[in-house]
């Protein structure tokens, strides 16, 4: 069975303390491999797509990278309106075309 | 401005009413789905719909119902047989092969 799972739940940083989230997978075939922020109230918001292991992108302060078994997205020198949900999904090539599998996700807080 | 727009924001039903829930998105995507996100779960896919006049049943699809009469449009019905329709709704669209795009949500409360 296709899953995802995210770690840690939540955590707690300071401000410039750096960081990594990690999401693991388990799919018959991966398509892509998505993160979003997610802020209270609102719908998620793309960050990045990786592709194929050993893919990076960054964007600003946020770096992700992908292998064949998971993928992390590194906070580097974080500042308190990195808060939110980070949330990871990915798309195989088998079961409903299109479709994404969400993990639950991973609450950042960063304390000034 | 291209994008996908749900609403309304807040939504309340009463004990034995039918709701529905609208989204609109101008970004020519064929794919449409809707999802659940209650504390703790995650995203839910409630139905999603590849294409215009079909649709498929996602994950927790009892007690909702949808349509797809345009490529535009996917609004959502939760009817009086969802016992547990306290949550947050987000649609999506996205193409076969890229992310997903995602509205502002709907959050709904049995009252």
């Known amino acids: 069975e296709d899953q995802v799972t995210q770690s840690p739940e939540a955590l707690r940083l300071q401000e410039g303390e750096s960081s990594s989230l990690n999401c693991s997978y388990t799919v018959s075939g991966l398509r892509g491999l998505f993160w979003y922020r997610q802020d209270p109230g609102k719908g998620p918001e793309f960050l990045f797509t990786?592709?194929?292991a050993g893919e990076e992108k960054e964007k600003e302060r946020l770096k992700a990278t992908l292998t064949k078994k998971e993928s992390f997205l590194h906070i580097t020198a974080p500042k308190p309106e990195d808060s939110a949900t980070y949330l990871c999904?990915?798309?195989?090539?088998?079961?409903?075309?299109?479709?994404?599998?969400f993990g639950k996700g991973t609450k950042l807080s960063v304390k000034p | 401005d291209g994008g996908i727009t749900q609403s309304p924001k807040y939504l309340f039903r009463k004990e034995g009413q039918n709701v529905t829930l609208s989204c609109e998105q101008n970004?020519?995507?064929?794919?449409m789905y809707w999802y659940r996100q209650d504390p703790g779960q995650g995203l839910r896919l409630i139905y999603y719909?590849?294409?215009?006049?079909?649709?498929q049943k996602g994950d927790i699809a009892e007690g909702y119902s949808v349509s797809r009469e345009k490529k535009e449009s996917f609004p959502l019905t939760v009817t009086s047989a969802q016992k547990n329709p306290t949550a947050f709704y987000l649609c999506?669209?996205?193409?076969?092969?890229?992310?997903?795009?995602f509205g502002q949500g709907t959050r709904l409360t049995v009252v």
């Open positions: 990786l592709y194929s």
């Open positions: 719909s590849q294409i215009v006049n079909d649709f």
């Open positions: 970004l020519n995507h064929d794919a």
């Open positions: 999904a990915v798309q195989n090539y088998g079961g409903s075309q299109g479709n994404l599998i």
């Open positions: 999506a669209s996205k193409e076969a092969r890229g992310e997903a795009f």
